[in-house]
């Protein structure tokens, strides 16, 4: 399908960004994270963002997932321009458009992996299994069994692993079937197997026409995308394609699964 | 209609999460409402059995006092205590169109025996009209006529109080009691009138002809009192300005002298207990309000505190699709259950209270369901009302800023 749009003409545009600056702070404290960000990114696209630590990474994902605003540059989403938007309009496109993935989970305390995954299902527009479709909780714990979590959904996020709260927190930015992810490390808490386990999904979901936008230190986790743009100091140090994205679902296959 | 129940879980939750903060947070609405609840309900059944023993006066009754100030029984002023008599009863039933009914009252006391049996007691010598006046029925055999008043008969009414006393389930109609060592003939038992106003036993009593309570008993020549029956609750105020119209004229007081008599009519009564009552409705409504206010700031405190502590959760909903009125809804919804909860626990409090209170103190109480409506209602009222700064605080948290809280 894809393929064949690629050739009627390029897939619309769903990010354009346009000299983006983010600057913390005012006066002495002043710390400008970034300074001038510019590029497109296209329906079905796979991107991976590189950068040492500090070079405006999570940064430009806040401002991506409509939870910030920048301070100067424009945001189009879906060719509309961000800044113009209110509060709740803001909120409405990370119910509905958007799933984000947190560096630190973001998981709430003494709730159980089942509720934290409903919630993004409480806020939807028309709250889910209003119109006869599966209930909540149902919703919940598929995206929960999507993830290799289906035995713990009664689990509270103390109760369970790094690498298991990151899935959770990996289930909840997909129970509401987003049209563009957004992972900030998504596996910088899990092993190589559960790491490439994560990416397959990606990959899944990406075949499947979700725009995904990850973040990563790990050059071989950024191999699995189609892109990979690096950031140093707040501006793009590089942004080019890969020719040959790594086969998660492949590699699985070929390593056997571990006793 | 779904989202309210879902945000409405959520706000349960974090109730149960957290009991023991819950609970404290909700003290001061159920000490509130429970005092409230308590306090009508103490108010109510004293103001309900005031009520009652009003009626039980009588019908429409005016009581003439001797003595210019006639206070709860108890002569305060100057003026004479004898300056009642049988010839004013005859004026004031013969000559005043406003009154149904009167009666020369003489109260004395003694020593009743029947058998074995011995009691003191009130006996208070009446004409025949004075039941009719007090509205007060003959339950056994009949009163005494006109007759038995003019031949100063040894006959009595006796009261519930001492059927049970002296004759314990025995018949006493035809029976001979002793009264003073005088023999009299027991001709009715009363019905059962309860206690007055004061806490007096009204079924303690012995009537007799006045004639004979006169001559015979405490030789007295003057009244103690007469009651009247006027002819209605509106023509009491006419009835007792003529009354003191004539009796003035029949014991030739100059004009500007002072009455050797004092009226009190069951409206005055009315009105006194009426008022009492009154006051201590607006009492009782300002301990409800500063109690319920209290409490309502405790509750604002706490969900103050709360907003602060859960700023990263706040923040985590709003990144994941929270707008601000989700929030605001949030934990405007735990507020309000928060603080009907605290309205419940304070209605069952407040009835326990008054049932112990009724069962200890002997007090009557009467729960009003308005009052536990309207209490469960403030409650909840309250509950939004403080809950609505900080709910409104938390949803204009900045959704990133409220992430990196610590
Ligand atoms: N809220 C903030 N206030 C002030 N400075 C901030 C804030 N958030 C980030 N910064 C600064 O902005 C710069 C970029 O931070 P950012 O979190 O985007 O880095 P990153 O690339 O995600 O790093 P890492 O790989 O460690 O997650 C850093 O210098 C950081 O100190
Ligand atoms: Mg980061």
């Not at chain 1, 979901?205 to 100091?233: C, F, K, P, W």
């Not at chain 2, 309900?41 to 005031?50: D, F, H, K, L, R």
Request: glycine share 10%.
């Amino acid at each position: 399908m894809q393929e064949i749009e690629r050739r009627d003409g390029r897939p619309p545009v769903v990010l354009g960004i346009r000299d983006l600056v983010k600057v913390y702070g005012r006066g002495e404290g002043e710390v400008t994270a970034l300074r001038g960000v510019s590029f497109d990114v296209q329906r079905g696209e796979f991107v991976a963002i590189m950068g040492s630590s500090g070079s405006g990474k999570s940064t430009l994902m806040n401002l991506i997932g409509c939870l910030d605003r920048p301070t100067r540059g424009t945001y189009l989403l879906d060719g509309e321009d961000v800044s113009l938007w209110g509060r709740d309009q803001l909120a409405e496109v990370r119910s509905r458009r958007i799933g984000f993935v947190f560096q630190s989970f973001n998981l709430l305390p003494r709730t159980s992996a089942l509720e934290n995954v409903e919630l993004p299902l409480l806020y939807r527009a028309t709250p889910a299994g209003e119109s006869g479709g599966p209930s909540i909780a149902e919703q919940a714990r598929q995206a929960l069994v999507r993830v290799g979590l289906g035995e713990r959904v009664k689990h509270h996020p103390s109760q369970l692993s790094g690498g298991q709260q990151q899935r959770v927190a990996i289930a909840r930015a997909l129970v509401n079937q987003p049209s563009l992810l957004l992972a900030d490390e998504p596996t910088g808490n899990l092993d190589s197997r559960t790491s490439i386990e994560i990416m397959r999904l990606f990959q899944e979901l990406n075949a499947g026409g979700m725009t995904i936008i990850l973040i990563t230190h790990e050059v071989d986790i950024s191999e699995y995308a189609r892109r990979v743009i690096t950031l140093r100091d707040g501006r793009i140090l590089s942004d080019h394609p890969i020719a040959a994205p790594r086969d998660a679902a492949a590699e699985l296959a070929r390593a056997p699964e571990p006793e | 209609m779904t989202r309210f129940f879902l945000i409405l879980r959520v706000a349960f939750r974090a109730i149960a999460r957290n009991k023991l903060r819950s609970a404290l947070t909700c003290l001061g609405i159920i000490i509130g409402v429970g005092a409230v609840i308590a306090m009508v309900a103490i108010g109510e059944g004293a103001s309900s059995m005031v009520r009652s023993q009003i009626a039980s006066l009588g019908d429409n009754v005016i009581n003439i006092f001797p003595g210019s100030d006639y206070r709860g029984g108890r002569m305060m002023g100057g003026g004479t205590n004898s300056s009642l008599t049988e010839g004013d009863v005859e004026a004031l039933a013969t000559q005043l169109p406003y009154l149904t009914a009167v009666s020369p009252v003489v109260n004395t006391s003694g020593q009743v025996i029947f058998g074995n049996q011995n009691w003191s007691t009130q006996v208070v010598g009446v004409g025949v009209d004075y039941l009719t006046i007090r509205r007060w029925a003959v339950v056994k055999g009949a009163n005494f006529n006109p007759s038995a008043v003019r031949s100063v008969a040894k006959v009595a009414l006796i009261g519930q109080t001492i059927a049970d006393q002296l004759f314990q389930g025995e018949d006493p109609v035809g029976q001979v009691i002793r009264i003073k060592k005088m023999p009299f003939t027991v001709v009715g038992v009363l019905d059962k009138k309860g206690m007055n106003t004061w806490g007096r036993d009204q079924d303690d009593v012995i009537i007799v002809p006045y004639t004979t309570a006169m001559k015979r008993m405490s030789g007295q020549t003057y009244l103690s009192m007469i009651m009247a029956s006027a002819t209605s609750a509106a023509a009491l105020p006419q009835a007792s300005e003529a009354a003191t119209e004539l009796l003035r004229t029949r014991h030739r007081i100059p004009p500007g002298g002072t009455d050797d008599f004092s009226i009190r009519t069951q409206a005055d009564i009315q009105n006194v207990m009426g008022s009492t009552a009154g006051v201590m409705r607006v009492l009782l409504a300002v301990i409800a309000s500063v109690s319920l206010v209290v409490g309502g700031i405790g509750i604002m405190n706490i969900m103050l505190v709360s907003v602060t502590e859960r700023t990263r959760e706040i923040g985590v909903r709003m990144a994941v699709g929270a707008k601000g009125w989700h929030v605001l809804l949030q934990f405007l919804a735990e507020s309000t259950v928060l603080a009907s909860l605290g309205g419940v626990l304070g209605i069952l409090l407040g009835l326990l209270t008054a049932e112990l209170v009724s069962r200890f103190a002997r007090w009557p109480v009467l729960v009003s369901p308005q009052s536990v409506v309207v209490a469960f209602c403030f409650a909840a009222a309250i509950g939004i009302f403080f809950g609505f700064w900080p709910a409104r605080k938390a949803s204009q948290l900045d959704p990133i800023e409220a992430l990196r809280y610590e």
